[in-house]
């Protein structure tokens, strides 16, 4: 299964560029709690899989407001730089207030001539809409990382939860998958910060 999922992706064409991830955070240097950030419970784990869920609080607004936002802001999500081709729309139902999206895009880890370190990052975002509230979840994160060398598929519930991402003493992030943990967390925060402000501005 996991060898017909990559043949399928690498089939895929490799349309952006190597960028950096102008959306992550800044490092936090020359302190003991840099990586805070990352470590224990950052990564949640609901029945067996990774789920980031968070529920935005929009007063004054009805379910059918909020539902024309979100819409919008993950319709525009799917052409925002470093996005590849294959992110689309997989559900829009207003009359549910419903929306799935399922991206493709690049997690840069270093980005220097003649030394490129990246990964595909696959996820869902789904939304649920309702009056004065929405509640984005960000799962199902697949990674595709050495595709154009050595391709590796990485399944989030195996790669960046406490048990694979922290090292055993749960202090620091793990030597390989902790970058994997960081600019995940890191790209999630930017999502769910971007939907808040799109909400209550």
């Not at 800044?26 to 067996?48: S, W």
């Not at 007063?59 to 081709?85: A, F, H, S, V, W």
């Not at 799935?100 to 980005?111: A, D, H, I, M, P």
């Not at 960046?160 to 890191?186: C, E, H, P, Q, W």
Request: include cysteine.
């Amino acid at each position: 299964m996991k060898r017909l999922f990559i043949a399928l992706l690498m089939s895929l064409p490799l349309v952006a560029a190597a960028q950096d991830n102008t959306w992550e955070r800044q490092p936090v240097k020359n302190t003991a709690n840099a990586d805070q950030a990352y470590l224990a419970g950052a990564v949640p784990v609901v029945d067996g899989k990774v789920l980031f869920k968070t529920t935005i609080q929009v007063p004054g607004k009805n379910g059918k407001q909020i539902y024309d936002i979100m819409q919008n802001q993950l319709k525009r999500l799917t052409k925002e730089e470093g996005q590849l081709e294959q992110s689309r729309m997989v559900l829009e139902d207003p009359s549910k207030l419903q929306l799935v999206g399922n991206y493709q895009e690049w997690l840069v880890f270093k980005n220097k001539p003649l030394n490129l370190d990246r990964t595909r990052l696959m996820y869902h975002l789904i939304v649920d809409c309702k009056d004065g509230e929405a509640t984005v979840s960000m799962t199902r994160i697949v990674y595709l990382y050495d595709e154009e060398r050595d391709p590796q598929t990485y399944y989030a519930e195996e790669w960046i939860t406490d048990r694979y991402g922290l090292n055993k003493k749960m202090t620091k992030l793990a030597r390989v998958s902790g970058k994997f943990r960081r600019k995940t967390i890191d790209r999630k925060d930017y999502l769910f910060n971007l939907f808040k402000t799109a909400l209550t501005q």
